[in-house]
T-cell receptor, first 114, second 112 residues
Framework: DVKVTQSSRYLVKRTGEKVFLECVQDMDHENMFWYRQDPGLGLRLIYFSYDVKMKEKGDIPEGYSVSREKKERFSLILESASTNQTSMYLC?????????????FGEGSWLTVV | QKEVEQNSGPLSVPEGAIASLNCTYSDRGSQSFFWYRQYSGKSPELIMSIYSNGDKEDGRFTAQLNKASQYVSLLIRDSQPSDSATYLCAGIRLQGAQKLVFGQGTRLTINP
């Protein structure tokens, strides 16, 4: 089975802190994604990566950065956390070739910024 | 206009009836579509994918795609209380960067 692992499930951080959310996948997927999910807004794409060291902005990249130094690992960084970044963050991965490639999600990371 | 739109609901259906979930999309470049189910506090899990016009059936679930009308639907037959969840529709382009775009989700409640 495909496994996408988000190392931190529940975090509480203070405003202004630098926050790292880590994601690891074990299926050699080329594509990796970070979404955030808020009530009534669905899943919104923050950043995605289609290869090591490659990244593209999603729909809401402001206040976030990402790092992909190894194929299996994709990190989301909040440079200076703010209360409006309190949310659930979902990491996902998929193969890049073929039609209808399934995207697999991690369990989610619940971040509260106080 | 959002790229993928769903009625947020809530949608209430009696147990044993057919639940019908609908989704429209604006990007004609989208070629594959997915239905995910998400229970409260959990991550989305894939129910079905569809990329050809017509119907695709898997057990109690049928996905329908109409590319001319830019419309995707999910039918759940013989609805069970365990089907109560939020259902997310998503579309993806296959050219260029393959980002998956989600609708806001429809909350479905099956009433015993």
């Amino acid at each position: 089975d495909v496994k996408v692992t988000q190392s931190s499930r529940y975090l509480v951080k203070r405003t202004g802190e630098k926050v790292f959310l880590e994601c690891v996948q074990d299926m050699d997927h080329e594509n990796m994604f970070w979404y955030r999910q808020d009530p009534g807004l669905g899943l919104r794409l923050i950043y995605f990566s289609y290869d090591v060291k490659m990244k593209e902005k999603g729909d809401i990249p402001e206040g976030y950065s990402v790092s992909r130094e190894k194929k299996e690992r994709f990190s989301l960084i909040l440079e200076s956390a703010s209360t409006n970044q309190t949310s659930m963050y979902l990491c996902a991965s998929s193969f890049s070739q073929g039609i209808g490639n399934t995207i697999y999600f991690g369990e989610g990371s619940w971040l509260t910024v106080v | 206009q959002k790229e993928v739109e769903q009625n947020s609901g809530p949608l209430s259906v009696p147990e044993g009836a057919i639940a019908s979930l609908n989704c429209t999309y604006s990007d004609r470049g989208s070629q594959s579509f997915f239905w995910y189910r998400q229970y409260s506090g959990k991550s989305p899990e894939l129910i079905m994918s569809i990329y050809s016009n017509g119907d695709k059936e898997d057990g109690r679930f049928t996905a329908q795609l109409n590319k001319a009308s830019q419309y995707v639907s999910l039918l759940i037959r013989d609805s069970q209380p365990s089907d109560s969840a939020t259902y997310l529709c998503a579309g993806i382009r296959l050219q260029g960067a393959q980002k998956l775009v989600f609708g806001q989700g429809t909350r479905l409640t099956i009433n015993p």
